[in-house]
């Protein structure tokens, strides 16, 4: 309750990010106090509201507390925080919450209650929902639908981006995460239909470029995890102009692998000196991880001691 305390005080922001680690740490206890307060429930409620009452000297509007509890479940990458998430996602009226809630969702283990639930909520928000601490909740929620690792979703988005209504740059935007998104996701039959996307939405400087590093990917490894955590490794997809080539790798090492190819991609991820591809590298290990392992926690853990 006291690191709870630390994450919903206005007046405590520089300590939260140590306290939400703390809170990660702690595991199923900090999912029951997070799945009471994303509830509207127990005493963390009345702290929260009494805290920005003392602080603003007004009475808060709606559930400012829904958006940190949904933050602090997320972030424990737990299966038992799902059941909150959906309850709450399902309740919610409050399109900037809903949007916050889909988006830490996304974290958890993917079942087939989180996937439907994410898409009833993107399919939900329009152009102008915003999601916290700004910026367009459409574009955060398409990147964090390639969390969920699954090319099931290549089709739904790009049903998305066709249907959502909209013009001028926002549209543009939007298009184009898809288009990044659904680059990340697609398996060898799907490059005909994603290609498509990107003459559509792309632009020649970017998506155009990013397409052509995708496609040689995935011919050259087709649906072979291990072809993938070697070309993870390769020094010409750490350089900046080819980094999206290291990084569709371990995409598809999160959607083929197994506990083999997690594991050979963690004796290799500190060796992968590109922020971005290191940082997919060490997603790909999350998600083939769903349930926690002592072993690779502890390797993990003796990496970023070294560094």
């Keep these: ?63 400012p507390y829904v958006a940190t509890a949904a933050l602090v479940l997320g972030s424990t990458g737990r299966a038992d925080a799902a059941p909150a998430l959906i309850a709450a996602l399902n309740a919610e009226k409050d399109a900037s ?47 964090a639908a390639g969390q969920f690792y699954d090319p099931g979703m290549v089709d739904w988005l790009l049903d998305r981006a066709a249907k959502t209504k909209g013009s001028g740059d926002d549209l543009k935007g939007y298009q184009a995460a898809v288009t990044q998104t659904v680059m990340k996701l697609a398996k060898a039959d799907q490059l005909a239909t994603v290609k498509a996307a990107v003459d559509r939405y792309g632009s020649a400087d970017i998506e155009q470029k990013l397409y052509k590093l995708v496609e040689a990917q995935v011919k050259a490894c087709g649906d072979r995890a291990a072809c993938y955590v070697a070309a993870i490794q390769k020094g010409e997809n750490q350089e900046q102009n080819t980094q999206f080539a290291g990084v569709k790798a371990g995409y598809m090492i999160a959607i083929l692998g197994d506990n083999a190819a997690r594991d050979e991609l963690l004796g290799a991820v500190d060796g992968i000196k590109n922020a971005a591809v290191r940082y997919v590298a060490a997603s790909a290990i999350d998600h083939l991880t769903p349930k926690g392992d002592k072993a690779v926690s502890a390797k993990l853990q003796a990496i970023i001691s070294k560094n």
């Design 1 to 63: 309750v006291p690191l709870m305390k630390v994450m919903l005080d206005p007046t405590k922001a520089d300590v939260q990010t140590t306290a939400a680690l703390a809170l990660v740490k702690l595991g199923k206890p900090t999912v029951d106090a997070a799945s009471q307060l994303i509830a509207g429930k127990g005493e963390l409620v009345a702290f929260a509201m009494r805290r920005i009452k003392e602080l603003t000297g007004k009475d808060a509007q709606g559930t």
């Design 97 to 143: 919450n809903k949007a916050v809630i889909a988006r830490e969702l996304a974290k958890v283990p993917a079942t087939a209650d989180t996937k439907a639930a994410f898409k009833a909520a993107y399919e939900s928000l329009t152009l102008e929902t915003e999601i916290p601490p700004g910026g367009g909740a459409l574009e955060a929620l398409t990147e």
